[in-house]
């Protein structure tokens, strides 16, 4: 059975970091993309950053872009988010996902062409 289970969330001020864990079970991924999204109250669930991990290759919403690295540790079969600089408009619950395609080209940062998800944890930034 495929588990994803994110860790690190929790409460943190304006200009503050945070990292975020994503412990994946059950299979290997190190052939697929790995991707962070997250979902504000009231908003649609967005795409923020994905890796692969074979290779590295990593991509970004602009909205994160130079604040958020995405990384991954294929032998720890685990994905982390360092988030610097945050922002109450990062506010959010942060979900892992793992891409259903392990052949597909590039990145995709729609919702549907993730299989497996985590339950998410909070993030809450406070000005």
């Known amino acids: 059975q495929v588990q994803l289970v994110e860790s690190g969330g929790g409460a943190a001020q304006n200009g503050d970091s945070l990292t975020l864990s994503c412990a994946a079970s059950g299979r290997t991924f190190s052939n697929y993309v790995m991707g962070w999204f997250r979902q504000a109250p009231a908003k649609e669930r967005e795409f923020v950053a994905a890796i692969r991990l074979n290779g590295g290759n990593r991509y970004y919403a602009d909205s994160v872009k130079g604040r958020f690295t995405v990384s991954g540790d294929n032998f720890k079969n685990t994905v982390y988010l360092q988030m610097n600089s945050l922002q109450p408009a990062d506010t959010a619950v942060y979900y892992c996902?793992?891409?259903?395609?392990?052949?597909?080209?590039?990145?995709?940062?729609?919702?549907?062409?993730?299989?497996?998800w985590g339950q998410g944890t909070q993030v809450t930034v406070s000005s």
């Open positions: 996902a793992a891409d259903r395609n392990p052949w597909r080209a590039g990145f995709s940062t729609a919702r549907r062409d993730y299989e497996y």
